[in-house]
Each structure stands twice: as C-alpha cells, then as structure tokens.
C-alpha cells in the first residue's frame, strides 16, 4: 500500500516561514492536496493540485511537489496558523491516501 | 450555502450495526463523488470510502471492506455509510466529504462529523 510520511511536529515563530513537508514514493508523479484541522474543527482543503488554493484561503499559503516530496509552505506565519496539516494524494492501488499529520506550533 | 450535515452516530456494542447518513445542501449531490473519511480522537484521518457520482464506482479502505457499505440517493439529496459487524478500532468521528475528481482529487468540502463508539 502507498504511504505518506509528514513530521509529527513543526514549530515556527510568528511572522516567519513555515515547512511542512510529506514524503511518498515518487510523489511528484501525483497531486497533491493538504488540509489544515484546527482542535474541535472539520479539515479544511488549503491546497490542491500541488500548488493551487481554494477560494478563500490566504495567498501566504502554498505548496511544492517534486520528486519524493511535497512541500506545503506558510509564509508569514499568523497564530491563526496553528493547526494540524494533513497531506493527501491518490494512488491507483490505495486509493485515497493521507499522511500522519503535523502539528504546526506558532511560538 | 455548501453545506453537509451527518447523523447517525452514537454508541454501538461489537458487532453491532450502525447507518450514517450525510444530507447535502448548496449543490448537486448527484454532479459529485462522495467520499467518508474517519478520524479516531487525537489521531490522523483516514479514507474509508468513495462512491463515484452515478454511484457505478464505489472503493473502500482494506480496513473496512466487506463489512461497509457506501451508497447515495441523489432524490434524497443524502450519502450513506452501512457499517457491519463493528469492532472497538471502527471507533472514531466519522466526516462525509465531497470529493472533486477533476484534474486535482480532493476533499472541497467537509461535514461536521458524527462519533461512532464501539463499546460494549
């Protein structure tokens, strides 16, 4: 089965970049989407295809995807960034796969 | 305004059965896939199910198969998940969400969630 790997935790400073990253094997061959889950909140999609961001969501966030990794990038981190992200992706064997999660600490 | 709403959770003994359902409003069920993910409290998610939108093409999580079953009715404007046979690990806040399968597959909307307690 395909698996997607993200660090358990990543801590940032307000106002400076965070990287979250998740890791598969070629990866870069597929999309790639993340969502962010606030404590007590549904998930909430920040970025699809890769690099693209619903409607709504800040342009302080974005994503990368190449080789075996994805990249979900927030610049500019706000205390309101605070949160669990989650990546996702689709394999033809697995179906629809998420990563453990992060959880983004703005300190 | 997009929006969708499960019910049907509550506290089941093993073995036990349980239907939940997702009511959709704010667009057309039946334009879209429909998937159910599954979050145990304080873990990650996890994908249980899709169901394509003419409800020809249903995949299910290693996890679950055999023992869910997803469906839909588009007149009732409403997803469904049939659990069976229910274990202690099939305990978890289950979310409904609709799945873009366009270019770029994801989850643009999402329910609230409905817990599902597998305890004798």
């Known amino acids: 089965s395909y698996e997607l790997t993200q660090p358990p935790s990543v801590s940032v400073s307000p106002g400076q970049t965070a990287t979250i990253t998740c890791s598969g094997d070629?990866?870069?061959?597929?999309?790639v989407c993340w969502y962010q889950q606030k404590p007590g909140q549904s998930p909430v999609l920040v970025i699809y295809q890769d690099n693209k961001r619903p409607s709504g969501i800040p342009e302080r966030f974005s994503g990368s995807n190449s080789g075996n990794t994805a990249t979900l990038t927030i610049s500019g981190t706000q205390a309101m960034d605070e949160a669990d992200y989650y990546c996702?992706?689709?394999?033809?064997?697995?179906?629809?796969?998420f990563g453990g999660g992060t959880n983004l600490t703005v300190l | 305004q997009v929006q969708l709403v499960e019910s049907g959770g509550g506290l089941v003994k093993p073995g036990g059965s349980l239907r939940l359902s997702c009511e959709a409003s704010g667009f057309t069920l039946s334009d879209y896939y429909m998937s159910w993910i599954r979050q145990v409290p304080g873990k990650g998610l996890e994908w249980v199910s899709y169901?394509?939108?003419?409800?020809?093409?249903?995949y299910y999580a290693e996890s679950v198969k055999g023992r869910i079953t997803i469906s839909r009715d588009s007149a009732k404007k409403s997803l469904y998940l049939q659990m069976n046979s229910l274990r202690a690990e099939d305990t978890a806040v289950y979310y409904c969400?609709?799945?873009?399968?366009?270019?770029?597959?994801?989850?643009?909307?999402w329910g609230q969630g409905t817990l599902v307690t597998v305890s004798s």
């Open positions: 169901i394509s939108s003419s409800g020809n093409t249903i």
């Open positions: 070629k990866l870069g061959n597929k999309y």
């Open positions: 969400a609709r799945y873009n399968y366009d270019s770029g597959r994801r989850m643009d909307v």
């Open positions: 996702q992706a689709w394999d033809t064997t697995s179906y629809v796969v």
